[in-house]
Structures are given as C-alpha cells and as structure tokens.
C-alpha cells in the first residue's frame, strides 16, 4: 500500500508561487508504467489532472492552462513529489491532491490512480 501526504497550500495574492510537497510512504513504482500526478478540484467541478510524472523515465506531462506556470519534481531518494507553480492565477484556487497509481491508462485520468492524498488548499485572490 501507498500513503501520500501533500502539505504546502496556503493563500497568495495573483502572481505569486507556491511549492506543494507529497511524501509518498510505501512503494510507488508500481507495474507496469508507473505515474504520479497532482489533481485540483474547485468547488462544484471535477477533478482535474494538472501535472504528471512517468516515475521509469521521469517525462513530465501538463495540461495546457498550466504549461510554463507550473514544474512537476521528485526527489528520488527522500520519495517526495513536488509542484511548483509560479504565475498563480485566481482560477488555479482548489484544493490540491497528489496521487500514484499503476499507470494503466491516461495520466490525467483518475481512475488511472489507486493512491491519494487527504489534499492541500490552494488559495489565490486577484
């Protein structure tokens, strides 16, 4: 099994950053193409892949609204996932999930993750 605990939400103001941190306890390199990922969701919508990680190669994937705003990172040997995200805009406030999974399909599809964590607020006033 696989815990995942993200920290490092909080409120800013529109332009500015935050780093989110996920330590993931158990084994994350699960087969056959193992992914780790961070979802938003705001109120009254979906959950929405953001950024993703293919842990055999480490290729990044994003999605479009947050493509040279936000850096996807992992520290290998402490197993922390990271999300940078830079040029914050009112419209990325959500609450914030990192999550780990068999890879068994599309990497912003979260069915395709088994392993999620509680989440971190994220916050940003215009």
């Known amino acids: 099994s696989v815990e995942l605990v993200e920290s490092g939400g909080g409120s800013v103001q529109a332009g500015g950053s935050l780093r989110l941190s996920c330590v993931a306890s158990?084994?994350?390199?699960?087969?056959?193409?193992?992914?780790m990922g961070w979802f938003r969701q705001a109120p009254g919508k979906g959950r929405e892949g953001v950024a993703a990680m293919r842990l055999s190669d480490g290729r990044e994937f994003y999605v479009d609204s947050v493509k040279g705003r936000f850096t996807i990172s992992r520290d290998n040997v402490q197993n922390v996932l990271f999300l940078e995200m830079d040029s914050l805009k009112p419209e990325d406030t959500a609450m914030y999930y990192c999550a780990a999974g068999r890879g068994m399909g599309y990497a912003f599809e979260p069915l395709t993750y088994q392993f999620w964590g509680q989440g971190t607020q994220v916050t940003v006033s215009s």
């Open positions: 158990g084994d994350v390199n699960m087969e056959p193409n193992p992914l």
